[in-house]
Each structure stands twice: as structure tokens, then as C-alpha cells.
């Protein structure tokens, strides 16, 4: 089995949850739930990416730093609207793959690991995409 083939998998099964909320509104249309459904597990993820790579010794103090530095905002984003929170965590997942490949650690991963970040940063990426468009196109409706 490979190294890192858990990781992986789950990986690739995170990405169920941000391509189900594309699917739901591709066939309901624009929904403001669906909208603040796909931000707040985006949050989750994201929290969760950012902490995984948080290790002491693994990375220089700035990007240790960075990475907490893309959660510390959650709280704000609750005042924010739904648009700027999207534009924010599309730009924070980013941010959280650019740390993970600047470790000195990165190198050491598996070949199939670091093409799996760089698929799923891209996939989540688009996914928000997706999302401002439809908040766009909700609030264009009105």
C-alpha cells in the first residue's frame, strides 16, 4: 500500500461535499443556502488543511505564521457578505498550497500526494468560482 494512499483518498472524498453544492444548484438554480452551505464547510476544510500543516520545526516561522494567519479571519466573516467570503477562502486555499509547498518537507511527499493537492486546490478553487457566479447571478435576479 502506499504512503500516503489514506490521505489521498480522503483527500479526493473531501471534494464530495464542494462538487454536491455545485450539482445542487447546476439542476435548483441560484440558492442563498446552498451559497452559505458550501462556505461554511469550505471554512471547515480549510481550517482543517491549514492546521495539518502546522507543525513546529517544518516550516520557517513566517510560513508557520501565514498558515494561521488565513483562519484567524473566520470570525469577521460572519459580518462579511457572502460574496466577500467566497473571494476570501477561494484566495486562502491558495495560500494554504503555496505554505505546504514551501516546507522543507514537500520534496519528501509522495509523487501522487503533491499532484493530489494541487488537483484538489484547483477543483475547490473553481467550485468558488462557481459559487460567486451564482451569488452574482442571485443577486442580479432581484
Known sequence: MERYF???QMGYLGLLPFLFFVTWQLFTGADATAINMFSYYSMGIL???A???WRPGAQSKVSAWLTVAVTIPFP???LASPLMVLIYL???FWVVLLVEKSSPLW???YPDYRKMRVV?????FVSHLF???MFLSLTTLK
Open 120 to 124: 484538489l486546490t484547483s477543483v475547490v
Open 6 to 8: 489514506n490521505q489521498i
Open 47 to 49: 481550517a482543517f488543511m
Open 76 to 78: 469577521l466573516l460572519a
Open 90 to 92: 477561494s484566495a486562502a
Open 51 to 53: 492546521g495539518s500543516i
Open 107 to 109: 520534496p519528501d511527499y
Open 131 to 133: 459559487q460567486i457566479a
